[in-house]
T-cell receptor
């Protein structure tokens, strides 16, 4: 089956820093989403981005489907950005998640 | 609020027991996905239903089963529970399947003691 790899696995940053999270996938996909799982376990939709670039406030994402990767950019980090960031790809009627990047923002 | 409702939010039960988790998809969504997230792990795909029919299956144990009813709500049944089944169980819904955005419920936290 398709493999979804996220890097880095863990990231500790000071408040105000910028970061780039990466998602690589091993085969073509129908679509891709980024999620944030907050410390209470809720999965929050960030971007639905099969290709191209989208921005939402301090967050933006880019997917290059032909090269099988997606990037999530977080600028001017805040402590509320802490949690786990997952990318998930759609393929063969399944939505397959990567193992996530755990982000910890220090005040 | 994603519009996907899962009940109950928390469940504590003993080994060997059977439980049923419920998921109501967003209004108008036809597809429901179930996931298991064990402690500090990623989300493992269990099963997908589309308009009442099973569409895709992941690594779902034989002790687990699911169905989607005519009103489109779905239930995940877990039987002969073991300590290792303790996890957060999520459902997600999409409008038509793999080409539309997925929205997740808040999850059911199952603890098997």
């Amino acid at each position: 089956g398709i493999q979804v790899e996220q890097s880095p696995p863990d990231l500790i940053l000071q408040e105000g820093a910028n970061s780039t999270l990466r998602c690589n996938f091993s085969d073509s996909v129908n679509n891709l989403q980024w999620f944030h799982q907050n410390p209470w376990g809720q999965l929050i939709n960030l971007f639905y981005i099969p290709s191209g670039t989208k921005q939402n406030g301090r967050l933006s994402a880019t997917t290059v489907a032909t090269e099988r990767y997606s990037l999530l950019y977080i600028s001017s980090s805040q402590t509320t950005d802490s949690g786990v960031y997952f990318c998930a790809v759609y393929r063969d009627d399944k939505i397959i998640f990567g193992k996530g990047t755990r982000l910890h923002i220090l005040p | 609020d994603s519009g996907v409702t899962q009940t109950p939010k928390h469940l504590i039960t003993a080994t060997g027991q059977r439980v049923t988790l419920r998921c109501s998809p967003r209004s108008g969504d036809l597809s429901v996905y179930w996931y298991q997230q064990s402690l500090d792990q990623g989300l493992q795909f269990l099963i997908q239903y589309y308009n009442g029919e099973e569409r895709a299956k992941g690594n779902i144990l034989e002790r687990f089963s699911a169905q989607q009813f005519p009103d489109l709500h779905s239930e995940l049944n877990l039987s002969s529970l073991e300590l290792g089944d303790s996890a957060l169980y999520f459902c997600a819904s999409t409008r038509t399947g793999s080409n539309t955005e997925a929205f997740f419920g808040q999850g059911t936290r199952l603890t098997v003691v």
